[in-house]
């Protein structure tokens, strides 16, 4: 059974970085395919981007692109995602989320973690 | 991108109605099509995938049906813990996107 524990909620400035993070167990991460989402207040699901495996490569939606970075560090089994360039419309819960491969849909998720973007 | 499209985008419903739930996705996505869902404060949760698998656990009274463009997942008797919002994704691309969300409420 896979378990994911993401990092703690984040309070930061418009501009800043925020950084969450995921420990993955009952599972070894470099098998998996994490992908992350979030749901900003009042609002659906939203894909950021995955971290494929099998060969390093990030896939980001394009609305992301140039200011998400995706990495995992296997010895900790942790994946990450740092997100730059905060605005207020980045407030949300971001998820982590995973299945074993393939990965076709997200079978597991992490708790959540609230980022708040406030000035 | 693909572009997923679900409707409506609420319904009000009453214990034991059935439910149908539709998403249509910009362009031929075959099988790949997940349904998930969201109550408040949860995180979300996998109901089918790959269109109409139904995942360990989930109770038999939710269904999916499709293929190509056109999907639907169905409650056949509504209950009181599945009032909650419901989303499709498909993973036929490598970037993934989801639907805007159905919620479903209390009549």
């Known amino acids: 059974q896979v378990q994911l524990v993401q990092s703690g909620a984040e309070v930061k400035k418009p501009g800043a970085s925020v950084k969450v993070s995921c420990r993955v167990s009952g599972y070894t991460l470099s098998d998996l395919s994490m992908h992350w989402v979030r749901q900003a207040p009042e609002k659906g699901l939203e894909w950021i981007g995955s971290?494929?495996?099998?060969?390093?490569?990030?896939i980001y939606a394009q609305k992301f692109q140039g200011r998400v970075n995706m990495t995992e560090d296997t010895s900790t089994d942790t994946a990450s995602m740092v997100l730059s360039s905060l605005t207020s419309e980045d407030t949300a819960v971001y998820y982590c989320?995973?299945?074993?491969?393939?990965?076709?849909?997200?079978?597991?998720w992490g708790q959540g973690t609230l980022v708040t973007i406030s000035s | 991108d693909i572009q997923m499209t679900q409707s409506p985008s609420s319904l009000s419903a009453s214990v034991g109605d059935r439910v149908t739930i539709t998403c249509r996705a910009s362009?031929?996505?075959?099988?790949?099509l997940s349904w998930y869902q969201k109550k408040p404060g949860e995180a979300p949760k996998l109901l089918i995938s790959t269109a109409s698998s139904l995942q360990s656990g989930v109770p038999s009274r939710f269904s999916g049906r499709g293929s190509g463009t056109e999907f639907t997942l169905t409650i056949s008797s509504l209950q009181p813990e599945d009032f909650a919002t419901y989303y499709c994704q498909q993973s036929f691309t490598t970037r993934w996107t989801f639907g805007q969300g159905t919620k479903v409420e209390i009549k």
């Open positions: 362009q031929n996505i075959r099988i790949f």
């Open positions: 971290f494929d495996p099998e060969d390093g490569e990030t």
């Open positions: 989320a995973t299945a074993p491969p393939p990965v076709l849909s997200l079978d597991y």
